[in-house]
């Protein structure tokens, strides 16, 4: 998908990808992905508003999510206001 096209679809409110709970393959092998560690770092390209980020979060990871379209920005603001996070907004269009 090109990122015009994933803009497009948060304007049109068409995010049929975007999953209220954790998703259940990463809930089914964290220690496996963990293998023993803390801290862990996690990047999340396109990331939306998953939930998955402050689920990592607040087990005490580092999570850093990456994201072009402001509603969806706007949208994870909202979603995990109880976590400490920072925005950054970037012109996609250069």
Same mark, same amino acid.
């Given at each position: *998908?090109? =990122?015009? !096209?994933? !803009?497009?679809?948060? %304007? %049109? $409110? @068409?995010?049929? +990808?975007? %999953?209220? !709970? /954790?998703?259940? *393959? =990463? #809930? @089914? $092998?964290?220690? @496996?992905? =963990?293998? &023993?560690?803390? &801290? /862990?770092? +996690? +990047? +999340?390209?396109?990331?939306?508003?998953?939930?998955? *980020? #402050?689920?990592?979060?607040? *087990? &005490?990871?580092? /999570? /850093?999510?990456? !994201?072009?379209?402001?509603?969806?920005?706007?949208?994870?603001?909202? =979603?995990? %206001?109880?976590?400490?996070?920072? $925005?950054?907004?970037?012109?996609?269009? @250069?």
């Amino acid at each position: *998908m090109a =990122l015009g !096209e994933w !803009e497009e679809r948060w %304007q %049109q $409110n @068409k995010i049929g +990808f975007h %999953q209220p !709970e /954790v998703h259940k *393959m =990463l #809930k @089914k $092998n964290i220690d @496996k992905v =963990l293998n &023993g560690r803390t &801290g /862990v770092r +996690f +990047f +999340f390209p396109l990331c939306g508003k998953a939930v998955d *980020m #402050k689920w990592l979060a607040d *087990m &005490g990871h580092a /999570v /850093v999510g990456v !994201e072009i379209s402001e509603k969806a920005i706007r949208k994870s603001g909202v =979603l995990h %206001q109880r976590r400490r996070h920072t $925005n950054y907004l970037c012109d996609s269009k @250069k």
